[in-house]
């Protein structure tokens, strides 16, 4: 279940920069931190691109986990953010803007440690608004058949993850790491660089991957005989005048910062995977074999779960209290009128969530012929309402709202559960899905009556001034 914490959400004080090399590109990039509001998330935006188009750090824009997870909103690419969003998860910083001028952040060491050092000469800025959470009640699985990898988490305390990798060759072995709070990340877990089998890195070569790529921000385990061939490709991959294998199959003369720093390392990948679902979890994370795939494949899953949650999540009203408005006073706000206003009150109103209720009575004009022998309230009429709430929450933050209109842009994932019938109290639950930019707001509705979700819908609206 989700739950509202008394931990505050932070940001970070001022913005901040760093330089690097594109791991696959090669090519030399900035990255700035910049300092964001609540309930934002993580943000990437290109500003290399005309009008610095931006998209949100969530599993619903994986494109690819083909060495890195990368997003893809419309032609927008943003290439192995997994470095960048462990480095955010670990240092507990909750909304921030990640300004690019390349599709890729640079791979500096192959850790997150330059990230996380870079935030904290930033600084932790805390927000008004709490922080909020999702308590894991029971295990939630995801295996890949193929491969045998598998993630579950477990009910717990805090946020913990191990992680387990075998790859089934003696240079590696079998390795687990494991962080029992997310304050252990930075000290233990940061620093861990990214790792890769000499097969594999020929491969890269031969696609014309990892240009950015040198001894110094991966680990080269060397699990197949170096022929001179080989060698030669690698001194010109590498710019190095010389290439050798250290006793410890290790590619030239890098040194482990732990012995398991492989296991280390993909622990620091899943918990940047899993920041793509967009909400903290409270719970055991447990990984055996992980990758970009099924990281991402879990995420996507826990995210259904968490929504679904919310969704079911029943806001709480005291009837008996005094409501925030009533009739007349959201009809200073919208510009309905009866018949065709159908909220009642607003008990909840927030910067980005409002509640609300309405009465459905038999005199109700639609009843008249929707059904006559079975009077049921018109799905269309529950989605004109849910648009109302929304308008209410959208229009409350203007200063004139009565020279505002909102206007139907779209409407979204349409789902009717249950009928409502004379007599039922509907609970209208309307939630920003994302901020309010250019006039435009993307909303989701939820509808609930006698104890049960009856509808939901995502909304976008226009907001238009007309006076």
Do not use: W
Not at 269 to 290: H, S
Not at 339 to 347: A, C, G, M, R, T
């Amino acid at each position: 279940m989700i739950v509202t914490t008394d931990i505050k959400q932070t940001t970070i004080s001022k913005k901040i920069s760093l330089n690097g090399v594109g791991l696959h590109t090669g090519k030399d990039v900035t990255l700035t931190f910049v300092p964001s509001n609540a309930d934002i998330g993580y943000v990437f935006k290109r500003v290399d691109l005309e009008n610095s188009p931006t998209i949100q750090a969530d599993i619903k824009y994986v494109s690819s986990t083909d060495r890195g997870t990368c997003l893809n909103k419309n032609g927008l690419i943003i290439q192995t953010c997994e470095h960048v969003l462990a480095a955010l998860v670990g240092s507990e910083i909750d909304n921030v803007i990640i300004e690019l001028n390349e599709s890729e952040p640079p791979i500096m060491d192959g850790s997150a440690k330059f990230f996380v050092d870079a935030l904290k000469k930033a600084g932790v800025k805390q927000l008004d608004k709490k922080r909020r959470e999702f308590i894991v009640k029971r295990v939630i699985s995801f295996k890949d058949e193929d491969t045998g990898s598998e993630i579950m988490v477990l009910p717990a305390k805090n946020y913990k993850v191990t992680t387990m990798v075998d790859f089934g060759t003696k240079i590696l072995g079998t390795q687990n790491a494991t962080i029992d709070s997310i304050s252990e990340f930075i000290p233990q877990i940061s620093n861990c660089r990214t790792f890769s089998f000499l097969h594999e890195i020929e491969m890269l070569l031969s696609k014309g991957l990892i240009k950015g790529g040198d001894l110094n921000n991966a680990i080269v385990y060397v699990d197949k005989p170096l022929s001179n061939e080989t060698m030669e490709k690698l001194k010109k991959a590498f710019n190095k005048d010389k290439i050798s294998v250290k006793s410890n199959g290790i590619l030239d003369n890098l040194t482990l910062h732990y012995p398991n720093e492989a296991a280390r390392h993909k622990l620091l990948d899943v918990i940047g995977d899993l920041a793509l679902i967009g909400t903290r979890i409270r719970g055991k994370v447990i990984a055996n074999k992980p990758g970009h795939y099924i990281n991402t494949k879990f995420s996507k899953k826990m995210k259904e779960i968490i929504k679904d949650s919310i969704k079911n999540d029943i806001p709480q009203i005291n009837f008996s209290s005094k409501a925030i408005m009533d009739t007349s006073k959201i009809m200073e706000i919208l510009p309905h009128r009866p018949p065709f206003l159908f909220i009642d009150k607003i008990y909840e109103l927030t910067n980005d969530q409002v509640v609300g209720v309405k009465n459905v009575t038999i005199d109700e004009d639609f009843f008249k012929g929707h059904f006559p022998d079975y009077p049921v309230m018109p799905g269309v009429i529950i989605i004109e309402a849910m648009a109302q709430m929304g308008g209410i929450l959208v229009m409350s933050k203007l200063d004139a709202p009565q020279n505002y209109l909102t206007f139907f842009a779209k409407i979204d994932k349409v789902r009717f559960r249950n009928k409502v019938l004379p007599g039922d109290t509907i609970i209208f639950k309307c939630s920003l899905l994302g901020p309010f930019r250019r006039g435009i707001c993307h909303m989701q509705g939820l509808a609930y009556a006698n104890g049960k979700l009856c509808a939901e819908a995502e909304l976008t609206a226009q907001i238009s001034k007309v006076k």
